[in-house]
């Protein structure tokens, strides 16, 4: 929802109102509502999340492949500041180019203090916490993920500090966001099991899913009639101008 400045114009021609205030009024906001994007909102949208206990989905590469305008009308800083829950999403592959989480905490780190010219805006330990407990909450599920506590399930990423990526590094929480990468996960846990070690996915057959992967890409491709990416963005333009 009010994922660009075009969707928030044309819900105004067609409905009076901008998204957010189109639901608003509708009485569909509310603490158990996860807004995805949520790019395009005005003044009075910021205290109806608010006042509502909205949450908001923010995919950081697919505004920036897509041109969503997250850096120059986005108001995320705002929400933030108003105690408005952000977590991190990445949005589909082929929106945003990747599901890489990593990824979005350091451009969500970083794009704020540039956007507002202000060096403090967000963060890392900010971002760390959009992409962790924040993320958590937004889905109301924080009483069981999104930290390391007792009673709550033992998720958790291992790091191998050893990786130049990390060489030489003073605090880990800069060096987690600035610098490190997928490439430098040594071991994935979820629920208490080990899902990736040793540089294998342990549950699942991986050359499978890619080989499928590519098969059923290729198949899309053919059956969509896609010759090359122009008639792709024609499609998406096409659905905006018809306020789909």
Not at 121 to 146: H, P, S
Not at 164 to 187: F, K
Request: aromatic share 6%; hydrophobic share 45%.
């Amino acid at each position: 929802m009010a994922t660009s400045i075009e969707e928030a114009r044309i819900c105004e021609k067609n409905h009076g109102a901008w998204p957010v205030s189109r639901i608003r009024a509708a009485g569909g906001l509310g603490r158990n509502l996860v807004i995805a994007h949520c790019v395009a909102v005005n003044d009075d949208d910021l205290d109806a999340l608010s006042a509502g206990d909205v949450k908001v989905a923010f995919c950081p590469c697919s505004s920036l492949k897509l041109g969503k305008g997250a850096s120059a009308i986005g108001r995320y800083k705002e929400m933030l500041d108003r105690g408005i829950t952000v977590g991190l999403g990445t949005d589909g592959v082929s929106a945003g180019g990747n599901l890489n989480l990593m990824r979005q905490m350091h451009i969500v780190s970083g794009l704020f203090k540039d956007a507002h010219i202000d060096p403090d805006a967000v963060g890392a330990r900010k971002a760390l916490r959009m992409a962790t407990i924040e993320a958590a909450g937004a889905l109301l599920w924080d009483d069981e993920i999104g930290s390391i506590e007792v009673g709550k399930q033992a998720d958790f990423i291992l790091f191998d500090t050893d990786h130049i990526e990390w060489t030489p590094y003073h605090d880990p929480l800069q060096t987690l966001v600035y610098s490190a990468s997928v490439n430098s996960i040594a071991e994935t846990w979820v629920a208490g099991r080990p899902l990736y070690s040793r540089g294998r996915i342990n549950s699942l057959d991986e050359a499978d899913i890619k080989r499928k992967a590519r098969e059923r890409a290729a198949a899309a491709v053919r059956r969509a009639g896609l010759i090359d990416v122009q008639t792709a963005a024609a499609a998406v333009t096409q659905l905006y101008d018809e306020g789909n």
